[in-house]
């Protein structure tokens, strides 16, 4: 399960980490949603941010966040790669964001106007705040007496201060920020102690749609905007098959030397090696154990793991 006991969990206003990093242009494009909710987490755990009623998400915080993950990036290791490319890891979007749902009052015309033109209600202040914010309507569902509805905006918002604008409004009963992802899935996330941040790549697996019961990190520290990765540690990165071959657990991925094989199928492996380029480099027959790779250069290598009837192969990064 998802673990937030981290250590360093000091979240800070942006003064205590004001240093405006290069972003690296591929980072801006593809973690721009990842920085928004980042920089939502900051806002809505501090009850005295600054930006606490700000609704848009500052500019100068998304960038801290992208500054970031890019100075982590611009290392360009083989770890980076795994990170950035082959698990592909993003934030994963825990917090409302970008839907409110409303229980309106149905005796209202503009409610009524509303539902039936889904763009224009009549009510100012309610049409106001919408547009100003790109809300459409989502969804409705109808109750004995009141109306349930859910609005959508196209923007990554921080809700909380709207919730009191909307409940201001005759014929809103009452308005909650609505979070549209469950679960749990892969993550990253940040902390600061004084002037240096950390930050924490982390996939999980196991029903994550419940909540994940695995994961595994990975943890840089950012400082003056050169990054450094610091460990990594977690469950055992597990190939996840519907097949037996599930029960076979290879470990650690990142890895120096040694790669170990867990097998509890009691079936005997063969394990083949290959470079990235189909080259097979290593063969070996075994139940559990080690397999030295020290005698390999740094890289991503495909270990192919086959018993009698099955076979799987995963990527592999030694450093």
């Not at 920089?39 to 915080?61: C, F, G, M, Q, W």
């Not at 592909?88 to 825990?94: A, G, K, N, W």
């Not at 004084?194 to 982390?202: A, R």
């Amino acid at each position: 399960m998802k673990c937030f006991a981290l250590l360093f969990i000091v979240l800070v206003s942006t003064s205590l980490f004001s240093q405006d990093c290069i972003i690296d242009e591929w980072i801006e494009e593809e973690y721009f949603f990842d920085s928004q909710i980042l920089a939502l987490r900051e806002i809505i755990s501090d009850t005295n941010h600054e930006y606490k009623d700000s609704v848009v998400l500052p500019l100068r915080i998304t960038n801290k966040y992208l500054g970031i993950i890019s100075s982590v990036y611009s290392q360009g290791t083989e770890l980076t790669d795994t990170l950035f490319n082959y698990y592909s890891i993003h934030t994963f979007p825990d917090i409302p964001y970008s839907q409110i749902a409303m229980l309106v009052d149905t005796s209202y015309i503009w409610v009524k106007t509303y539902i039936q033109d889904s763009l224009i209600s009549g009510n100012f202040k309610f049409d106001s705040i919408t547009s100003l914010y790109n809300f459409k309507l989502k969804y409705v569902t109808y109750l004995t007496s009141s109306i349930y509805i859910r609005i959508e905006s196209s923007e990554t918002l921080n809700l909380q201060p709207l919730v009191a604008a909307f409940e201001s409004i005759g014929g809103i009963e009452s308005a909650e920020p609505l979070n549209s992802w469950y679960g749990d899935g892969d993550d990253i996330e940040v902390t600061f102690s004084n002037d240096t941040s950390f930050i924490y790549f982390s996939i999980g697996w196991g029903d994550c749609p419940a909540g994940c019961i695995n994961r595994y990190y990975w943890e840089y520290s950012v400082f003056n905007c050169i990054s450094k990765f610091e460990r990594s540690y977690g469950d055992p990165i597990t190939i996840i098959d519907n097949s037996s071959v599930q029960d076979i657990l290879v470990f650690p991925n990142p890895l120096r030397n040694k790669v170990f094989i867990s097998n509890s199928t009691g079936k005997r492996l063969t394990i083949l090696i290959y470079t990235l380029k189909g080259e097979l480099i290593l063969k070996q027959h075994t139940m559990s154990g080690s397999i030295d790779l020290s005698m390999f250069n740094s890289g991503i290598y495909l270990l192919t793991i086959l018993t009698n009837k099955e076979s799987k192969t995963i990527k592999i990064f030694k450093r």
